[in-house]
């Protein structure tokens, strides 16, 4: 089994910074592909950034340039440093990762830009 828990969400006032984190555990040797989304209060889940094995990454044009997809291996550990934080980043955050042809979500951890 692969589960995957997100962490390191919380509550930030613009221009802050959070670090989120999200633990694979089980075997991650096949785990290709990480994906980091989020879902705003009555949006749709979108695609924030996301990671290869091989460490190719892509972002969101909306977080470009602020936020940093990583991921250590030995530790089966995917990062999203967010920096710049705007109130429109608040949302849940959720972590994909991709393992063959399965997919496995976490739970979530929300994020809240407010002053």
């Known amino acids: 089994q692969v589960q995957v828990v997100e962490s390191g969400g919380g509550l930030v006032q613009p221009g802050g910074s959070l670090r989120l984190s999200c633990a694979v555990s089980?075997?991650?040797?096949?785990?290709?592909?990480v994906d980091w989304y989020r879902q705003g209060l009555g949006k749709q889940r979108d695609l924030v950034a996301s990671?290869?094995?091989?460490?190719?990454?892509n972002y969101a044009d909306t977080v470009k340039g602020r936020f940093t997809i990583s991921r250590d291996n030995a530790k089966n550990t995917v990062y999203l440093q967010m920096n710049s934080l705007k109130p429109e980043d608040t949302a849940v955050y959720y972590c994909?990762?991709?393992?063959?042809?399965?997919?496995?979500w976490g739970q979530g951890t929300q994020v809240t830009v407010s002053s």
């Open positions: 994909n990762v991709h393992r063959g042809i399965w997919t496995y």
């Open positions: 089980g075997s991650a040797v096949s785990i290709n592909v």
């Open positions: 990671i290869s094995s091989g460490g190719s990454i």
